[in-house]
C-alpha cells in the first residue's frame, strides 16, 4: 500500500467510494426535487423551477386564492406579546407609572393593593397589565368603568403603569405551599378537556407571557372573570387560550379554583 | 471451507470474498426495494410529508391575516374542498374541537404563536409539527364519519400533558347544512 | 497491555454509575404515568426527571462508555502506553463537572426543556453550559485518538492498523462532526438567548441544526457495540472474524453515511423542503448497509465458532455454540433486538410510513430497543470481558452474568413491545399523565402497565450487572491471559490505503454534509419571521 494515492483515478476505492457516493446524491436530488413533485397537483409544483423551488424549501404562499379571511365582528387585543417586553423598565418610567397610576388608587389601592373587589395590581407581571389596559383602550376587553379611564393614555403612559405595578410589593405573604392542597383542577387540570394545571401558565410553576398572577385576587373578581371567558362574554384572550380552559370548566371547579387563588 | 487435501489460503480466501460480494450485492439489492417502495407510494398515492414552506410572524397571529380568531376552523373553497385553520398554542389548539366532512379533500394550515407543538390525529396518517415562524400545510381527506382525538406530541412546556383537542368527521350533508349557516365552523360549543 | 487501567475504569465505573442512578428515573416516569399511580401534582416534577434520564443517558453514560472503551483499545490494540494521558483525565473531569453543572438546574426545576432542548423554550444557561463541557471533555478523548493512531503509524510505516483501533477512531471521528450540529445550536442559539444577550431565536435552524447530531449520535452510541460485534465476540466463543476488509468497509460506511441523514427527524416539519427529505430517506436506507453487512460477518464468524466446535449441518451448528458463554449470549440478544429495532428503524425512515407513528410512543420505544436493548447489552459484555484485565480478578459469575444478560433481554422486549404498539394506537410521546378513563385512550393503559413491569425487570438487572462487577473487585488475584482482538480467518499483512486511514471517508462525511445540509441552513438563517422570541421556562413568581 505504499506509494498508493488516495486521492487518484487510479485508485479504485476512491471511485467506487466518490462515485457511488455521487451517483446516489444524483439520483436521489433528480427523484426528491423533479419526479416526485411531479406527482402533486398543487401549482407551485408544476414546472421543473417551480418543482425544484418548493421542493428546496422555499418560502412561498401555498394558498393564495383562499377566500379572504373573515374579520372579527368585535375588537380583539392588537397587543404583539413577548415574553422579555418590559423586563426592564428604566427607573424614570417606573417613577412616570406612579404619578399616572394616582387616578387608579381609588379602586386599586394607593399601594395597588384593593380593598374593594377590584384586581390587586401590586406586584403583576407587567406585560399583563400593559395587555389589559391596551386591550380595555381599544375595546377587546369590555369594562365601563376603565373604558373612559384610559382614554387619554398613550403607549407609553401604560408601559410606565405597567411597569409601576410590577414594581409594587405583593400583597400575598403566604408562601405557596405547592400543589399538594389545590384542588384537582388547580394542581392537574383535566387533560382530556384540555384544562391545564393553572400553574403552568400563572406563575406558581412557570408563567406564561400575558397570563396574570392570580395569587390574592378578589373572589368575586375571579369568579366573574372564568365565567365570562367560559360564556365568550370576556374575548380579549388572545387566540381563545382563556376561553378554551373556562369553557371546559365546571361551575364547582370555576368555584374551587377562584376560592384556592382568593385565598393564597 | 474448503474440504480438498491440499488446502489453499489464497483459494479460501477467495471463495470467501466471492460470497461475500453475493452478500453485498443482496444488500444492494434490499437497499433498492427500500428506496423503490418509497418512490412508488410517492408518484402513485402522492404521498409527501407535510413540507410546503411557508413563513409567518408568530407574534401577531391574531392582529391580522388568515389566523386571526375569527378565521379560525373549517371553511368551505368555491371548489368544494374544505380548509381547516387553526393555532396551536401552550395549552390548547384553537378551535379546540375541529369538524371536518367525511369524504372531502381537506386542506390543513396550522401554526404556532408560541413554542414548537404537534399534531396527530388518532387513528389516521395526518401528523405534523406546528413551529413559531411556519405555516404547515398539508392535505388529507377522512374516509368516514367518527371521532377522534387530536393530542399536541411535541413537548410544549409544564402544561403538554392537557394539550387535547377532538376533531369530528361528520356526513358531507350535516356538515354542508352547517355550513350554510356560519362562514367558520367548529364544534366548540359556545 | 493496559498501563492506565485506573483511567479506564474512572471512565466505565462513573458510565455505569449514573447509568444505575438514570436508569432509576426511567421506571420511575414510566410508573408514575401509568395507570398505577395518581396523577402527579406537580407535572415539572415528571419534565425534570424525563430531562435528566435523556441528558445522562443519551449524553453522558455512552460518551464515557466510548471514551474508557477507547483508551482501552489504543493501549490493547496498538500495544503502545496511550500518549495523552494528562489530557485524558482532563476530559474525564470536564465531563464530572459538565453533567454536575446540567443536573443542578435541572433537578431545581429550572431547566425542563427535555434533553433536546427544544428552543424557542430556553431553560437555566447552566443546564446548557453543562452539556457543552460534557461534548467538550469528549472531543479531547476524540483528538487523543486521532494522535495515538497516528503515532502508531509514524512507529509502523506500511502495517495494517489493527481493526479494533480503526473502528475506535472511526467512531472517535463521526462523533467529533456529528456533534458540531448541537455545539452550534447551543453556543450561537441558545446560550445567548440563555444569557440574556438575544431574546429572539431562529427555532426552525435550531430544529435542522440539532438533527444534524441526533441522528448519528446513535451510531456513536453504537460503535463501541460493533467493535465488540467484530473484535471481542468472535474470540471470545472461540472463533474467527470472517472478513478484516468487510469490517473496516462497514466502519468507513458508517462514518460517511450516518451524518448527512438527520433530517428524517424531521419529515413532519414545516422548515425543510419535500427534495431535502427524500434525499436524507435515500441515504437513510443507504446507512443500513453497514448493519447488514455486519449482520452476514458476525453471523458467519459464528458459525466458524460453532464449526471448529464440531457444529454440522445447514442450522445444526447453532446448537454447538458455547451458549454459556455470556459473550455470545449478549451477541445473539443485541441481534434479536437490533433485528426488531431495525424493522422498526425502517418504517421511521420512510418518507411516507412516519407520518403514522412519527413523535408518538413508538419512536421511545424504538430508540430504547435500538440503543438501550442492542447496543447498551454489548456495553455490558465489553465490560465483562475487559473487567479481569482491569481488576486483575476473576470474573467467576458466569451464572449470575447470563441471568443479568437474560433479564435485561426479556425486560427491554417487555419495555419496548407494547410501547411500540401503544405508539401505533397515537399515544403521544413526553405528557406527565394521560386520562386512560377516556374511551379514546382506555385501551392504551394496559400496554403502560406492561412497560412498567418490562422497566421493573431491567432495574433488576441493572442493579444485577452493577453487583457482578463490584463482586469482581473482591474476587481472589489472578493473572489473566493476555488480551487478545479477534483474529480474521485471514489476517490482511497490508490493506489499501483507504482503509488504513480516514482521508477519504472524512472527505465524503463532509461533502454529504455540505450537499445535504448546506442549503437548508443557509435558507433558514435568512428566512422572514424564523427569528422567534425565546420562551423562557423556570418560575418567575
Sequence with gaps: MNGQRLVSWRNPWFVASVGGTFAVLVFSAFVGFVWLPSAQDDELFKGLLNAICSAAGVPRSWLANASPPVPPSSPVSNVALTPTMLSKPSDASTGRGATLALRCTMCHGARGVSAANTPNLAGQYAPSVYKELRDFQNGARVSAIMAPMVVGLSDQDMRDLAAYYAFLPRLSVKTSHGNAEAPDVVATGAPMRNIAPCASCHGGLTDKVGAPWLNGQPLTYLTSQLNAFATGKRRNDISEQMRNVARQMTPNEIDEAAKYYAAQ | MSSSSAYDPHESAKVAARIEQRWALVVVGIVAVLVAMVIFTGLHWAMMPPSRVETIDPTTLHVSGEFVESNLGSTVEQDGSVTVRLVAQQYSFTPQCIVVPAKTPIIFRATSADVVHGMLITDTNINSMLEPGYISTFKTRFDKPGNHLMPCHEFCGLGHEAMWANVKVVDQDTFFKMAAKTRRLSCVNP | MLTHKRLILAHFWLAFAVFGLAILLGEWQMYIRSPLHAWLRNPDLYY??????????????????????????????????????????????????????????????????????????????????????????????????????????????????????????????????????????????????????????????????????????????????????????????????????????????????????????????????????????????????????????????????????????????????????????????????????????????????????????????????????????????????????????????????????????????????????????????????????????????????????????????????????????????????????????????????????????????????????????????????????????????
Aim: with cysteine; charged share 10%.
Design chain 3, 48 to 541: 425534570r426527571s424525563v430531562t435528566a434520564h435523556g441528558t445522562v443517558m443519551g449524553y453522558v453514560f455512552p460518551t464515557l462508555i466510548a471514551m474508557g472503551f477507547g483508551y482501552a483499545i489504543t493501549e490493547l490494540a496498538l500495544k503502545q502506553s496511550l500518549i495523552g494521558v494528562k489530557w485524558a483525565w482532563a476530559g474525564f473531569w470536564l465531563i464530572v463537572v459538565g453533567s454536575i453543572t446540567a443536573v443542578i438546574p435541572v433537578a431545581m426545576g429550572l431547566s425542563s426543556v427535555l434533553y433536546t432542548f427544544y428552543p424557542p423554550m430556553i431553560g437555566n444557561a447552566f443546564y446548557y453550559i453543562g452539556v457543552v463541557l460534557v461534548v467538550v471533555g469528549s472531543w479531547i478523548w476524540v483528538a487523543l485518538m486521532g494522535i495515538n493512531m497516528n503515532a502508531w503509524k509514524r512507529a509502523n510505516p506500511g502495517r495494517a492498523v489493527p481493526l479494533a483501533m480503526f473502528a475506535n477512531v472511526a467512531g472517535s471521528y463521526l462523533w467529533a462532526w456529528t456533534a458540531v450540529g448541537a455545539a452550534l445550536e447551543l453556543l450561537f442559539q441558545i446560550l445567548p438567548a440563555a444569557l440574556g444577550w438575544t431574546t429572539t431565536i431562529n427555532a426552525g435552524l435550531s430544529r435542522v441544526l440539532f438533527s444534524w447530531t441526533l441522528h448519528a449520535i446513535v451510531y456513536f452510541w453504537l460503535m463501541p457495540a460493533y467493535i465488540a460485534f467484530y473484535t471481542i465476540v468472535p474470540r471470545a466463543i472461540g472463533g474467527r472474524l470472517y472478513s478484516d476488509t468487510m469490517a473496516r468497509i462497514a466502519f468507513a460506511m458508517f462514518l460517511v453515511f450516518a451524518m448527512p441523514i438527520g433530517i428524517h427527524h424531521l419529515f413532519a416539519d414545516p422548515e425543510v423542503g419535500s427534495g431535502f427529505k427524500f434525499v436524507h430517506s435515500v441515504f437513510t436506507a443507504m446507512v443500513s448497509a453497514p448493519t447488514l453487512l455486519t449482520v452476514f460477518t458476525i453471523c458467519a464468524s459464528v458459525e466458524i465458532a460453532a464449526r471448529l466446535r464440531g457444529g454440522k449441518g445447514a442450522f445444526g451448528w447453532l446448537k454447538a455454540l458455547p451458549w454459556d458463554n455470556p459473550q455470545m449470549l449478549a451477541l445473539a440478544f443485541s441481534f434479536v433486538m437490533l433485528g426488531f429495532g431495525g424493522a422498526g428503524g425502517l418504517i421511521n425512515m420512510s418518507y411516507q410510513l412516519d407520518a403514522t407513528i412519527h413523535n408518538t410512543q413508538w419512536i421511545t420505544g424504538h430508540f430504547h430497543l435500538i440503543f438501550a436493548g442492542a447496543i447498551v447489552i454489548m456495553y455490558f459484555a465489553i465490560a465483562y470481558d475487559l473487567w479481569p484485565h482491569l481488576t486483575g480478578r476473576a470474573m467467576n459469575d458466569l451464572r449470575l452474568m447470563r441471568t443479568q444478560l437474560w433479564l435485561w433481554f426479556i425486560g427491554m422486549i417487555v419495555l419496548t413491545f407494547p410501547w411500540h404498539y401503544a405508539g401505533i394506537l397515537g399515544m403521544p410521546r413526553r405528557m406527565a399523565y394521560y386520562d386512560y378513563s377516556n374511551p379514546g385512550i382506555a385501551s392504551q393503559a394496559s400496554t403502560v402497565i406492561l412497560s412498567v413491569i418490562g422497566g421493573a425487570i431491567l432495574v433488576i438487572s441493572a442493579m444485577l450487572f452493577i453487583t457482578i462487577l463490584v463482586r469482581n473487585h473482591r474476587a481472589p488475584r489472578v493473572t489473566p491471559a493476555p488480551f487478545s482482538f479477534s483474529q480474521a480467518v485471514h489476517e490482511p499483512e497490508s490493506v489499501p490505503v483507504a482503509l488504513n486511514g480516514f482521508g477519504l471517508w472524512v472527505g465524503l462525511m463532509i461533502a454529504l454534509t455540505v450537499t445535504n445540509y448546506g442549503y437548508p441552513i443557509a435558507q433558514i438563517i435568512t428566512q422572514q419571521h424564523a427569528q422567534v422570541p425565546a420562551i423562557y421556562i423556570g418560575a418567575k413568581r
